[in-house]
């Protein structure tokens, strides 16, 4: 059975943006390219991970990964019987990202790989194992870890997403797309998109502004890459409906983006998690998610959480919801699961909550197995956020028969 359910909603900050249905409101999100640092980080750390689960699905992998200059650091802890190549792993994700041009100081063939990979702490392996062990209480499969995470839906978009975010993560995939066409000979990888929606009355009515950060090849002029980002990417990917004769478009606001990511910038693991989960709209418990195997609660419960939120709206039982559970290192059930529709509920909260107990579980063996993530699938996950993609298990709406029955019968 699950933790009881937090069934009185707390009072909440008014100036929450989502809570405010009867103002006029700008929210902005944000998204990165896959050669921003911090996602050539998460790119590799990933690429690792489906690496060992590929070999081995019992594989434990916590991959950090620094990303500087022409230099590329992995760091963290691994149990597997895999046997990785890391550094055609560390090459092969920089060259599918594209650092390839002449000019990169950053070269997928020239990097330098420093390794310091050691094995999982027995101490916290044997909290995770499915055994029993000196001062644990069960023999279950425990949390990896002690934390809290957040799920997230509402059906303002097809994805069930928030429009900022999505929005920003079109212009980011077009952008891309593009780039690895060939067609543009100028555009290099590292970038940064970024939305703003004014809401009325709880719904999105026009694009305010539009910020486009692409790096770019030397000799490309700043009116010729002003122009087709305009025309080719944002007018291309983003609702006509939206866009008014008032937007605002900013690209490449600095004037000139040349020196671009890791020579730029270092780059670190787990840096963009607001990218990577809701951009802003939904809360986040503070952990990321790269370079973890799904022991890891951090990214499995999170993925869990959305998944629950997902189907929650999809069953139409409200227009928003968020979900947070939280764990203790070890143990095999969450402390606390709390479910939120934010006022938009079409039965009460308690009954969702209730019929969220009857039809998931949220233990982390139950939360591996329902959404089969011992398998190498989070490459799929790194780039353009976690959520909204089609193909990923959470982001399936299977539940929502069995939800909808168990309110009923609530």
């Known amino acids: ?102 000019d990169d100081v950053f070269h997928a063939d020239t990097v330098f790989i420093n390794n310091y990979l050691t094995r999982q702490s027995p101490d916290i392996a044997q909290g995770v194992d499915a055994r029993k062990a000196e001062g644990k209480k069960t023999a279950e499969q425990g949390a990896g870890d002690q934390g809290l995470m957040f799920g997230f839906a509402s059906n303002e978009t097809p994805e069930l997403m928030p429009a900022p975010l999505m929005f920003a993560h079109r212009l980011g995939r077009e952008l891309t797309a593009v780039r690895k066409s060939g067609a543009v000979k100028w555009l290099r990888p590292d970038a940064k998109s970024q939305v703003s929606v004014r809401y009325v009355d709880g719904k999105p009515t026009e694009i305010v502004n539009v910020v486009v950060s692409t790096q770019h090849a030397a000799d490309a002029k700043h009116a010729v890459i002003e122009n087709f980002i305009i025309k080719n990417i944002i007018k291309k990917v983003l609702p006509a409906s939206l866009l008014t004769k008032n937007t605002e478009y900013l690209v490449n606001p600095t004037g000139k983006f040349v020196v671009g990511g890791p020579q730029g910038d270092s780059g670190l693991t787990g840096r963009k998690i607001i990218v990577d989960t809701y951009g802003g709209w939904g809360r986040h418990g503070g952990g990321a998610f790269s370079g973890k195997d799904p022991s890891k609660v951090d990214r499995s419960a999170a993925y869990m959480c959305r998944w629950v939120a997902k189907n929650i709206v999809a069953a139409g039982l409200a227009d928003a919801a968020e979900l947070q559970v939280a764990y203790a290192i070890g143990h095999p059930r969450p402390v606390s699961v709390y479910v939120d529709t934010q006022g938009t509920g079409k039965v009460a ?62």
């Open 349 to 410: 909260d308690a009954k969702i909550a209730a019929a969220v107990e009857r039809v998931f579980s949220f233990k982390p063996a139950d939360i591996i197995q329902q959404l089969n993530l011992l398998r190498p699938i989070y490459r799929r996950t790194t780039n353009y956020g976690h959520f909204g993609k089609p193909g990923l298990p959470w982001e399936t709406s299977t539940k929502t028969a069995a939800l909808k029955a168990a309110v009923n019968a609530a």
């Open 1 to 102: 059975m699950l933790a009881k359910s937090t069934l009185r909603r707390p009072a909440r900050p008014t100036s929450l943006p989502r809570l405010m249905s009867t103002q006029s409101f700008v929210f902005s999100s944000e998204s990165v390219g896959e050669g921003h640092p911090d996602k050539v980080a998460d790119l590799i750390s990933d690429s690792v991970l489906d690496a060992c689960l590929a070999q081995d699905k019992s594989s434990r992998v916590a991959c950090e990964t620094l990303v500087k200059s022409n230099l590329v650091v992995l760091a963290g802890e691994i149990t597997t019987r895999a046997k990785p190549d890391y550094n055609r792993i560390v090459r092969d994700a920089i060259r599918d990202i594209g650092y390839v041009n002449a």
